[in-house]
């Protein structure tokens, strides 16, 4: 394809360090998309004649044919997929399809595939957050009213409900999905017609092969578009994201199922056994799910390092822009997956869930604010009453509720009998009324706005 200028053809390890088809063949439906919009384009500018036009097209469309059927050939001396494609085309109709790549380079046709093909990767994240989010809605109004501690410094804070716990993650992959919106809209400019990097001076219309390629406009600046590639970096960081709050979510899940706590059972289909230890029932799935963030956040990292230091315009450190984004989506996927299907068959454990949320005084807030409210006490000093009685209940190993009212009393004479009324778990999420809070009701309020947002019932 270059072979003109050279007088001896490339070393092995020159081929093999050159050739990217072992995993650009990814894009070859994009390619070819690409090349039936440019050759169309070209027709209707006059630059290539109708006839070659026809049968450039109905040769890549048996390109495609065959790529469907057999999947892509590798072949180290075409480097990569834009040449394989070229190539066979050439095999099947003659040197006709070498008017394929007038006003064209693989430097803007690689850039217009790439974004091509993270496009489509956002949908399917999307539609996979999408339904993640409905298996956490789902639950979440099972357990709207079921009460278990909230933890700060995986202490025992304040009880909240499970409702609440999970739509946290709702929230998360909200954001998340909208990254990815955000991402996608950026993107969604056509680098085609940018050639190798100063343009082209072929009458070409780029507004024509912006729109078959679904794109809204094309780029503004021929150098930034075949060396941009930060719709590979907004598509790893949005994916770095989502990982991390997934990873949070698996790390959950191996705690919740770990015998001290026992807040889930882990359904059969996302456990494992040990081959030594009979009883073992391991939270593999979700222990991948946090490792694989590991991978994606490193997929982001590559590739922000591989970007740094170019100067403009095209560096062949561009190919490696690709594996980063394949194994990052890839993982991501499989992870998503995996967690819908987790959050969707877990047993949640709501009776230890309570026991815990009464063993851990975490009602003692409550009893400052009662303190507050009903007797005018400052916040501070109603805090180290409070401390008092927590202390108290401690050396006498029983919950704050069943403290009997002398004790408490002589801790401080003007708690009276009322205030049983807020040391009681359900008392304490019930009274978290503010916008947001654990309360039932406020909890249920939101299930129903995010039902509505992502088009649930
Ligand atoms: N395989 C190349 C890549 O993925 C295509 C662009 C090659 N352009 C060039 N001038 N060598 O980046």
Redesign the pocket.
């Known amino acids: 394809m270059w072979g003109g200028r050279f007088a001896e053809g490339p070393a092995a390890v020159m081929r093999e360090i050159n050739a990217?088809i072992p995993f650009?063949k990814r894009l070859w439906r994009q390619d070819i998309a690409g090349s039936r919009a440019h050759v169309a384009m070209l027709a209707e500018q006059g630059i290539v004649s109708a006839g070659d036009a026809t049968l450039i097209a109905d040769g890549l469309a048996r390109v495609a044919a065959e790529y469907e059927a057999d999947g892509v050939p590798e072949d180290m001396a075409l480097?990569?997929?834009?040449m394989h494609v070229e190539h066979r085309l050439a095999e099947l109709i003659g040197p006709v399809a070498g008017r394929l790549h007038t006003a064209r380079?693989?430097?803007d046709?690689?850039a217009t595939d790439?974004r091509l093909w993270v496009r489509d990767a956002i949908d399917a994240v999307d539609e996979g957050l999408a339904g993640l989010q409905r298996a956490l809605v789902t639950r979440a109004e099972e357990h709207a009213d079921s009460v278990m501690p909230g933890f700060t410094h995986l202490q025992s804070a304040q009880p909240v409900t499970l409702g609440h716990h999970l739509m946290a993650y709702f929230e998360m992959i909200h954001r998340d999905r909208s990254r990815f919106e955000d991402a996608r809209a950026r993107m969604n400019e056509c680098p085609l017609g940018s050639a190798?990097l100063a343009g082209t001076g072929f009458p070409i219309d780029r507004e024509a092969t912006a729109e078959a390629l679904g794109f809204d406009r094309p780029t503004d600046n021929s150098l930034d578009a075949v060396s941009d590639r930060d719709f590979a970096l907004d598509y790893l960081m949005a994916a770095a994201t989502t990982a991390i709050h997934l990873s949070r979510l698996a790390e959950e899940f191996v705690l919740w199922a770990s015998q001290p706590f026992g807040f889930v059972k882990l359904p059969d289909a996302y456990s494992t056994g040990s081959s030594i230890m009979p009883q073992k029932r391991n939270p593999d799935a979700a222990e991948l799910v946090r490792g694989h963030a590991g991978r994606i956040v490193g997929a982001m990292t590559a590739l922000t390092i591989t970007m740094k230091g170019l100067p403009l315009a095209?560096s062949?450190d561009?190919?490696d822009?690709?594996p980063p984004v394949f194994e990052a989506h890839d993982l991501l996927a499989l992870s998503i997956a995996a967690m819908t299907g987790m959050v969707e068959t877990v047993t949640f454990r709501t009776d230890r869930m309570r026991a815990a949320a009464e063993a851990g005084f975490a009602t003692a807030t409550d009893l400052a604010d009662w303190l507050v409210r009903e007797a005018g006490i400052p916040f501070r000093e109603a805090h180290h009453i409070t401390g008092t009685v927590v202390k108290r209940a401690e050396a006498d190993g029983v919950a704050l509720d069943a403290l009997p009212l002398a004790v408490l009393q002589a801790i401080d004479p003007r708690i009276d009998a009322r205030v049983f009324a807020v040391l009681g778990i359900d008392a304490s999420v019930a009274a978290r009324t503010s916008h947001g809070g654990t309360a039932p009701d406020q909890v249920r309020q939101r299930i129903a706005e995010a039902k509505a947002a992502i088009g649930m019932e």
């Open positions: 990217s650009d480097e990569d997929i834009h380079s693989r430097n046709q690689v790439f190798a095209y062949k561009m190919q822009d690709k």
